[in-house]
Every structure is written in structure tokens, then in C-alpha cells.
């Protein structure tokens, strides 16, 4: 097992990060993850997904630790494979709910804007796309998925500052819908899903792929320029000696 579990009942596919303390992701997570979805896609007794975290942390985002041993082409191999899966989870046939248990950063945080609906747990919890902090650009399709949630202007806001937004603060812009104490997190989201499924999902991937399709459409244009550039950047001596210092606890 890398990390990512799946657990159907009512049809609804539960879909769990469990990878060490944070849930970072890595190649093979992210593989599995991807793997995971044709699956349920498949899957005629599913109808959504649901996704969320173990713990305190839905994700930290890049195992940034584990990636510092990677070459630059080995580190563009997984960009392809992780922005490979995000455009596919954006785009999902079915409908995708990211129930946000704890902390959802970078990474993480792209994830949870691929889904159709996001709550978030009450509390401490902060989201963030926070990867200029630390010298880091983000992927186009990054830029993509996060306008297409809350528009350009904020988009603009969220990306520059770098800001980790409490669950108020995100659900003002629209970074998240809705905020659940922890004990009915699970819960409410079910019953989002369950909302879902009650729909002709037939007519629910259409007009999926009518709303979000320019979006991939500009994604897939732009993305390898993108990746290349991600890299770049992530290999620069500045970003390099940030990089160094972020440590993962497991």
C-alpha cells in the first residue's frame, strides 16, 4: 500500500489518504491514487467519490523531503503523473466531494480544488496554496482549477500572498463551501454525494464537461510549458536552500 485506500458503501467510493502523519504525496501515491480512479470510474455501482484524509492533515502537499533525491527529469516524470491526476479528477465523470480533515496545503490544496464540492472541518485547520513562501511557482493547471473556484481577482490574491486561510477566511472567497464540526464531517459530506447521486449522472457529466472543459482545454495547452518551469524554478539555489529546511515528521 503507498497511502491511498477505497472503501464503497451506498454507492459512494470513499477514497482515503493515509500516508505517514501530513498524507504527502509521492510518486507512488500518486500513481495509486490515479489507478484508484479508472477503477471507480469503471465501477457501475458507484456513483461518487468522496475524499479525504487520516488525521490531523488532509494533506501537507509534496513529500519535499523524498523529492530532494530526485533528478530534475525524474522530478518532471512525477509533475506529469500528478498533473495527470488532478486534470482527470476536475473532470471526473462522476461527481467528487473532498471532505478536508485537517490541513490542506500546496499540493494537497490542488487536489481539493479538483473536487465538485469542498467542506472543510471547523477549527485550527488551514488551507493554503502557499507555495510562493517558499520560493515555489505552481502549475497552470494549478492557476486553472483555483480561477475556476473563485475567480481571477482572488485567485491573484491567494496565489501572491502565499496565505494560510482559516476555515472563515476560505469559505468567504469560495475556496471552500462549507464548514463541519470534525465529529459530522463525514457525514455531511455522504449526504452531499448522496444529493449527487440522487441526479441523472449522465446529464451530471455533461454539464461537467461543458463547465469545466475550456479549463482543460487551456490546462493541456499549457501544462508541459508549465512543468518545465515548475522545475526550473524548484531547482534554482534560492528555492533549493527553502526546500532544504522543510522537514516532515511521520
Known sequence: MHGVSVIKEDGIATVLLSRGKVNALNEPLVEQFYDNLVNIEKDETIGAILLTGKGKFFSFGFDVPEFLAYSRDEFERFLRKFTDLYRYLFLYPKPTVAALNGHTIAGGCMIATACDHRLMVSGKAKIS???ISFGASVTAGAVEMLTYCIGHRKAQDVLFSGAMF????????????QIIEEDKLLEASKLIAQDYINKDLVAFASIKKWLKGPAVERMQQREADSIKEFARIWYSENTWKNLQAIVIRD
Open 129 to 131: 496554496l502557499n507555495e
Open 166 to 177: 482559516t476555515p472563515e477566511e476560505a469559505c468567504q472567497i469560495g475556496l471552500i463551501d
